[in-house]
């Protein structure tokens, strides 16, 4: 089938039950994109569907590639609930094919902005660079890798302008698979486009160095007009050349020099450390103002030693924030055991747990962390409940029952994210979802299974603005939920 027939059928073709396709966004040689409306919401809201199509349809490749799909779906959970992400709504397999189904985010990409021979300014650059380092901390703090930045897969998004990282090049392992000659499934594709993909990369070793290694290559594209392939590289050094197309500061350049040195090891180690040094361009260097008179009547240099104590006070901050995120403390967890519920999991020290059971909800446990405010409550919880099945459902169905029961429930619920999930050995699904109770906006999290005719299920809730802080560890929880009746 040739790709114009191919596109021809896909239009108006329904995924996933209730995922209508559209129109075609982007194709790729590991992906096709397209736009669709998703037929289950009250107002069809617009989302992406991604297919990935393992090469071979050999059983050991298909198994493969499932396995990969799932786990790097549940990455993409994660990730999703960054502001500069899009989330992941669900994941589905379909006749061999797999999809992805995102929220599609209104904008432009930045092939767009960054045309051969047009220069952005200095400020625009560091602007764009802080934008984008401040999704990608978020991505390496929760130890991935993206693979493949470029930017066709930037996005300026219209209703702000900021930065949305898409198209996250781990989960294309899917469409990799092959079996090689000895009968065993084997990659036989790096992932990553040619020009922003370093070294070791092409190699088959990505660092969390190699993002960075992507990251200034588009910034001194945008600082040069000049395309990353047309840049020249020293034959003794292998390093990119590029000074000489731009009037660029040396402190940015020395930055930019350092994020795209030819050894992963001499860069930036992560995009934390680079945020650092690019937040740095923004603080004033320290300087002299004009003389004063002095008691003796000879003029005396006054030195701006505020600014300098301004700093010291600054990178004390910056490093308190830093280190707030990069050593979150570690919380000690200790084991709960509740033989009504029949399960035993790890929990933190400093949590409170009670018991919160009833006829018509079943058997339940509530954990609340510690208050840390001054309001003497919190609407942070994370409530596990076990129930019986009223009918005979399997967890498609039962999955649709509850989805719709949450929309009746508070017409304002919004869902942000969902798919499979896999909870004590089990087959579950996942659920994220926004609505307001008492006049404030909660974020919820839902993770239930089924097993022996029982659904066990996690429901984790906070107000919207605090839902991130503890959100590790609720899953940490969750992963560590063992059955010991069945």
Not at 289 to 298: L, M, N, R, T
Not at 415 to 434: C, M, N, P
């Amino acid at each position: 089938m040739d790709i114009a027939h191919k596109i021809d059928v896909m239009i108006g073709q329904l995924l996933g039950g209730h995922y209508q396709i559209i129109r075609p966004l982007g194709r790729g040689g590991l992906a096709e994109t397209f736009l669709a409306i998703d037929l289950h919401l009250p107002d069809r809201p617009h989302r992406v569907v991604k297919e990935l199509k393992p090469q071979s349809s050999h059983p050991l490749v298909l198994e493969t590639a499932k396995i990969l799909f799932e786990r790097e779906a549940q990455v993409l959970y994660k990730l999703g609930i960054h502001n500069q992400i899009p989330a992941l709504y669900a994941h589905f397999e379909e006749e061999d094919r797999f999809f992805l189904v995102e929220e599609f985010v209104p904008g432009h990409d930045l092939s767009e902005e960054l045309i051969p021979g047009k220069q952005l300014s200095e400020n625009e650059v560091i602007d764009l660079v802080r934008d984008l380092l401040e999704a990608l901390a978020f991505v390496h703090q929760n130890h991935v890798i993206h693979r493949d930045i470029k930017p066709s897969n930037l996005i300026r998004r219209e209703t702000d302008g900021k930065i949305v990282l898409i198209d996250f090049g781990a989960v294309k392992q899917v469409s990799t698979q092959v079996l090689n000659t000895q009968g065993q499934v084997s990659t036989t594709i790096v992932v990553g486009t040619p020009n922003y993909m370093p070294g070791e990369q092409q190699h088959g070793n990505p660092q969390f160095s190699s993002d960075i290694f992507a990251v200034g290559i588009v910034a001194i594209q945008a600082l040069t007009g000049v395309p990353p392939a047309q840049l020249p590289v020293d034959s003794n050094t292998l390093e990119i050349i590029w000074r000489d197309r731009t009037s660029a500061s040396p402190r940015l350049a020395n930055i930019l020099d350092k994020m795209v040195r030819y050894d992963f090891r001499q860069r930036y180690s992560s995009a934390v450390e680079a945020l650092e040094a690019v937040n740095e361009l923004r603080k004033p260097l320290g300087r002299t103002i004009p003389y004063f008179k002095g008691s003796g009547g000879k003029p005396v240099p006054k030195t701006l030693w505020w600014t300098i104590l301004g700093g010291g006070v600054g990178a004390i901050v910056l490093g308190l924030l830093v280190s707030q995120l990069i050593f979150k403390p570690h919380l000690q967890s200790i084991p709960y055991q509740n033989s009504q519920l029949g399960i035993e999991l790890q929990r933190p020290e400093t949590w409170d747990f009670k018991d919160t059971s009833s006829i018509i909800h079943g058997k339940s446990v509530e954990f609340t962390p510690p208050i840390t405010d001054n309001s003497g409550n919190t609407q942070t919880k994370l409530t596990l409940t076990k129930e019986e099945l009223t009918s005979n459902q399997d967890l498609a169905e039962y999955t649709e029952a509850l989805k719709k029961e949450i929309i009746n429930n508070n017409s304002q619920s919004q869902i942000v994210s969902e798919g499979q999930y896999i909870l004590a050995g089990k087959t579950g699904y996942r659920l994220i979802y926004t609505h307001t109770q008492d006049g404030k906006e909660l974020k919820c999290m839902q993770v239930w299974f089924l097993d022996n005719f029982q659904v066990y299920s996690f429901n984790y809730q906070a107000e919207v603005g605090k839902f991130d802080k503890d959100l590790d560890i609720v899953e940490e929880m969750i992963k560590s939920l063992k059955l010991t009746q069945s």
